[in-house]
């Protein structure tokens, strides 16, 4: 079964970015999909963008549109998140899911914390 791995979490001000990244194994690309969950504090998972392996198509939720953007990497096998302008109502755990919408066949990475603080 394919594993996802999330990794760049970290504290960062309002205003500024950061990068996670997603490192696959397995026949990622046998799932189609993959895609950027968060979870805040208190907060429901909720999905952020998505990314269709055949064709290179993105998704995004209203609420990180025009400041996330998903991307691949197809050398190093990842899957990455690049967040700007971020401010303290995205702090959350960030997951990796595959594939996005998440299914029953798919994974979730373990998550990695992002914290936006001044």
């Known amino acids: 079964q394919v594993q996802v791995a999330e990794s760049g979490g970290g504290l960062v001000q309002p205003g500024g970015s950061l990068s996670l990244s997603c490192a696959t194994s397995?026949?990622?690309?046998?799932?189609?999909?993959i895609g950027w969950f968060r979870q805040g504090p208190g907060k429901e998972r909720k999905g952020l963008a998505c990314?269709?392996?055949?064709?290179?198509?993105?998704n995004y939720a209203d609420s990180v549109k025009g400041r996330f953007t998903i991307s691949r990497d197809n050398a190093k096998n990842t899957v990455s998140l690049q967040m700007n302008s971020l401010k303290p109502e995205d702090t959350a755990v960030y997951y990796c899911?595959?594939?996005?919408?998440?299914?029953?066949?798919?994974?979730w990475g373990q998550g990695t914390q992002v914290t936006v603080s001044s």
């Open positions: 899911t595959i594939p996005c919408p998440p299914s029953r066949r798919g994974s």
């Open positions: 990314f269709t392996f055949s064709d290179g198509s993105t």
């Open positions: 397995g026949s990622a690309v046998d799932y189609g999909s």
